[in-house]
């Protein structure tokens, strides 16, 4: 970098932060939104000490080196926003402290490796937005402390495994834009927390599970664009802190259920393109609602109020 120079200890360059007994080993490198560019160095393995590791939104390319497995000591790993490739390194699940690993936004294929299940210690696994294949490893739910799960936007195949509902403490989870099937499984019900959760655009298919509206404290619920069947669970109508509800583009039918009238926060309402009929239920009229699209319904149902936005990725 223009702004490192040997002549300053390197303690005092921009970026690195030191610490230990001495003060003098290096324990964070936050490189992030620096124009790095190139390949990310093997060498970086010898920096024992190293806890934080953000080297995000810069111009990287090449291989994660399986060599940072070596880095026992870290916490953070963020490599988001680059243009690395290859598979994603089996070693990173040798890293007994690790919380949070964030490598979306890159180029990334293969499959996600069963590994990193045994970080005991992961709070937050984003790896969005890659190139990402094969199906998601239900060893997954043995990550206790885990808060945010991010795979969207990847090529992930088969079901969403049933271990995800062992996820006690999770508060976000994203698994849009894949090429998952089957259907919800009733276990994510258990993971009570939940806030978010966005499993649109892909192929999954069957009811919606009624459980869903145990998620007391759900405030986006997004399965659009699938293949769901049957009816809207009167349930949906218990989950009090809904603000975004996006169930368009399935295969939906029956009536709107008039206990969604009862979503008092609900800002956002998307049911279009659904085989629904029958009479239009409260919630349109109800504030602080500004969007609500029923168009492309059956029978007379047909409402448009502005153009819904899609839920933010977690």
Partial sequence: MDTWNESTPLCRWPGVTCGGRTAERVTELALNGTRLAGHISPSLSGI???TILDLSDNRLDGAIPGVLGRLTALQQVNLDVNSLS??????????????????SSNKLTGPIPVSLANISTLTKLDLSDNRLDGAIPGELGRLAALQLLNLGVNSLTGEIPSALGNCSELLRISLRENRLCGKIPASISNCTKLEMLTFSENSLDGEIPPDLGDLSNLTVLSLYTN??????PPRLGNLS???????????????IPGELGGLKNLKFLDVYVNRLSGRI???CGISPLSVCCMSGLTSSLALSRGTPDKPSPT
Wanted: hydrophobic content about 40%.
């Fill in 48 to 50: 024992a000490f190293l």
């Fill in 86 to 103: 290859g598979p994603i390194p089996p070693e990173l699940g040798s890293l007994p402290k690790l919380q949070l690993l964030r490598l």
């Fill in 227 to 232: 293949n769901f069947t049957g009816a809207i």
């Fill in 241 to 255: 802190s809904l603000t975004h509800l996006y169930l368009y583009e399935n295969l939906l039918e029956g009536e």
């Fill in 281 to 283: 239920p409260p919630p």
